[in-house]
């Protein structure tokens, strides 16, 4: 067992584990440790505990002291000094007229570096820029390209739920979401539909997935032969849901529908007509990059 105290940079940031060393540290104290960027202030969001050894990457960094007043100014004084930078850095991207888009500016608590991030569709020649801020700023520059969940992550909005982005407000870290979730969950396959603010798969679609797979498992497919309660029949629909399905009963020269709980059925047969496959569809397809 190793201890550890969990810190948080941004409001929706990673959690990162550091070596609380002899600071015993609750849950919203802001500290300031060593990383690979520099000296940087943080929040501790898991207070002092002990994790299993495989839980960490080791070598752990110590906690270099609990942020002073002093501390807590210097960071907010960075806040004012990126606004300013962030004017600055579009003016030059104008004046060397890339085709790049800037979505934010984040100085390291020592201003041993600043780091721009933008967006663009290919590749961008960013040379002079760079030489440019650093004349202007006298420390180093970092431009660092980043992709369209991590452009709504730092920009934020409200997503069609019309709750503020999952991304913005909570997501430490984005989890891998497919076509195939949006077909197992029974959604339209409609790109506008399925896909969220920055035009990818929509977060959330994770958020019940081990359930519906779980209900899947036990789930007899539409055109299975199953034994009912009633006689045996042919499962003309499932609800994955409500744990049901609807069953075509023969009975003589009629056929009724029924609805049953899945675990009063059992499957004899299985033809099933159900579709696993997912649809090989460029604009769906995009969606999942």
């Given at each position: 067992?190793?201890?550890?105290?969990?810190?948080?940079?941004?409001?929706?940031?990673?959690?990162?584990?550091?070596?609380?060393?002899?600071?015993?540290?609750?849950?919203?104290?802001?500290?300031?440790?060593?990383?690979?960027?520099?000296?940087?202030?943080?929040?501790?969001?898991?207070?002092?505990?002990?994790?299993?050894?495989?839980?960490?990457?080791?070598?752990?960094?110590?906690?270099?002291?609990?942020?002073?007043?002093?501390?807590?100014?210097?960071?907010?004084?960075?806040?004012?000094?990126?606004?300013?930078?962030?004017?600055?850095?579009?003016?030059?991207?104008?004046?060397?007229?890339?085709?790049?888009?800037?979505?934010?500016?984040?100085?390291?608590?020592?201003?041993?570096?600043?780091?721009?991030?933008?967006?663009?569709?290919?590749?961008?020649?960013?040379?002079?820029?760079?030489?440019?801020?650093?004349?202007?700023?006298?420390?180093?520059?970092?431009?660092?390209?980043?992709?369209?969940?991590?452009?709504?992550?730092?920009?934020?909005?409200?997503?069609?739920?019309?709750?503020?982005?999952?991304?913005?407000?909570?997501?430490g870290e984005f989890?891998?979401?497919?076509?195939?979730?949006?077909?197992?969950?029974?959604?339209?396959?409609?790109?506008?539909?399925?896909?969220?603010a920055c035009g990818?798969?929509?977060?959330?679609?994770?958020?019940?997935?081990?359930?519906?797979?779980?209900?899947?498992?036990?789930?007899?497919?539409?055109?299975?032969?199953?034994?009912?309660?009633?006689?045996?029949?042919?499962?003309?629909?499932?609800?994955?849901?409500?744990?049901?399905?609807?069953?075509?009963?023969?009975?003589?020269?009629?056929?009724?529908?029924?609805?049953?709980?899945?675990?009063?059925?059992?499957?004899?047969?299985?033809?099933?007509?159900?579709?696993?496959?997912?649809?090989?569809?460029?604009?769906?397809?995009?969606?999942?990059?």
């Amino acid at each position: 067992m190793v201890k550890v105290v969990g810190v948080r940079f941004k409001k929706a940031g990673k959690v990162y584990y550091f070596d609380p060393d002899q600071f015993d540290i609750d849950t919203g104290t802001n500290v300031i440790v060593e990383t690979a960027r520099g000296v940087e202030l943080g929040e501790a969001v898991i207070n002092t505990r002990e994790v299993r050894d495989e839980e960490i990457v080791a070598p752990l960094k110590k906690v270099m002291r609990i942020a002073t007043q002093d501390d807590i100014k210097h960071a907010e004084e960075n806040c004012r000094s990126e606004k300013e930078a962030f004017a600055t850095c579009l003016e030059k991207i104008k004046e060397h007229q890339l085709e790049m888009k800037l979505i934010d500016v984040e100085y390291t608590f020592d201003n041993n570096k600043i780091l721009f991030y933008f967006t663009a569709d290919g590749r961008v020649d960013f040379r002079e820029l760079v030489k440019d801020l650093a004349a202007v700023f006298k420390t180093r520059i970092e431009l660092r390209q980043i992709g369209v969940r991590d452009e709504a992550k730092m920009m934020g909005g409200i997503g069609i739920c019309g709750r503020v982005l999952c991304c913005n407000s909570y997501l430490g870290e984005f989890q891998p979401v497919s076509i195939k979730m949006a077909k197992e969950q029974g959604l339209s396959l409609n790109p506008t539909k399925i896909s969220g603010a920055c035009g990818r798969l929509m977060c959330c679609l994770k958020y019940e997935q081990d359930a519906y797979e779980q209900i899947i498992r036990k789930a007899p497919k539409t055109g299975a032969i199953v034994e009912t309660p009633e006689g045996q029949g042919v499962v003309f629909e499932t609800y994955l849901i409500k744990e049901t399905v609807k069953v075509r009963l023969d009975k003589g020269n009629d056929t009724d529908l029924v609805a049953f709980r899945m675990d009063e059925v059992k499957v004899i047969k299985d033809i099933s007509t159900h579709d696993d496959s997912v649809p090989e569809d460029e604009e769906l397809k995009a969606l999942e990059d």
